[in-house]
Nanobody, 113 residues
Framework: QVQLVESGGGLVQAGGSLRLSCAVS????????MGWYRQAPGKERELVAR???????NYADSVKGRFTISRDNAKNTLYLQMNSLKPEDTAVYYC???????WGQGTQVTVSS
């Protein structure tokens, strides 16, 4: 059974940084194609960043230049480094494995102004 567990969320002031982690277990290959999504209150879930098998990445326009997605294949862990955080980045952040069609439970990120 595939399991994705996010960590690293919290409360931070605007301009600060956080690094989210997503530990993947249960099946080989799930980390190959993964993404970070977020959902703010009253809004739909949106893609924040994605990393593919090739290592290519893409980002939502709203986070380009501020967020960086990466993975450690040896540790089976996905990361999202978030810098220059803004209040509008406040949301529950989820990791998802496209390869294994699985979601994590989410981690709350709150950015105060």
């Amino acid at each position: 059974q595939v399991q994705l567990v996010e960590s690293g969320g919290g409360l931070v002031q605007a301009g600060g940084s956080l690094r989210l982690s997503c530990a993947v277990s249960g099946r080989t290959g799930c980390i190959s194609d993964m993404g970070w999504y977020r959902q703010a209150p009253g809004k739909e879930r949106e893609l924040v960043a994605r990393i593919r098998l090739s290592g290519s990445t893409n980002y939502a326009d709203s986070v380009k230049g501020r967020f960086t997605i990466s993975r450690d294949n040896a540790k089976n862990t996905l990361y999202l480094q978030m810098n220059s955080l803004k209040p509008e980045d406040t949301a529950v952040y989820y990791c998802r494995s496209s390869w294994c069609n699985s979601w994590g439970q989410g981690t709350q990120v709150t950015v105060s102004s």
